[in-house]
């Protein structure tokens, strides 16, 4: 079994700031790409941001300059640092990785539960 598990989501103010932490655990191999997707009510689920196991990232453009991803590979885990955090930065954040599990042989995707991020004055 595999899991992911999201914490730091919360309510914060506009021009604030947060970070979102999600843990893989369980009987794992390898982990490729981990990422983080959003979706906001009446709103299609979207990238955010994703890091390759070598580190290179990829940002959607509404977020690039405010929101950095990283990952600690000896603890399977990846971050999201937001900043600048704006209203429309609203929404449902899910984790996601790609996962090897131990006694298989090919990639299979898993997602967090996801965490709410409010941003209000």
């Known amino acids: 079994q595999v899991q992911l598990v999201e914490t730091g989501g919360g309510l914060v103010q506009p021009g604030g700031s947060l970070r979102l932490t999600c843990a893989a655990s369980?009987?794992?191999?390898?982990?490729?790409?981990m990422g983080w997707y959003r979706q906001a009510p009446g709103r299609q689920r979207e990238l955010v941001a994703r890091i390759s196991s070598g580190g290179s990232t990829n940002y959607a453009d509404s977020v690039k300059g405010r929101f950095t991803i990283s990952r600690d590979n000896a603890k399977n885990t990846v971050y999201l640092q937001m900043s600048s955090l704006k209203s429309e930065d609203t929404a449902v954040y899910f984790c996601?990785?790609?996962?090897?599990?131990?006694?298989?042989?090919?990639?299979?995707?898993?997602w967090g539960q996801g965490t709410q991020v409010t941003v209000s004055s």
């Open positions: 369980g009987s794992i191999l390898t982990i490729s790409a």
């Open positions: 996601n990785a790609d996962v090897v599990p131990a006694g298989y042989e090919r990639r299979y995707v898993y």
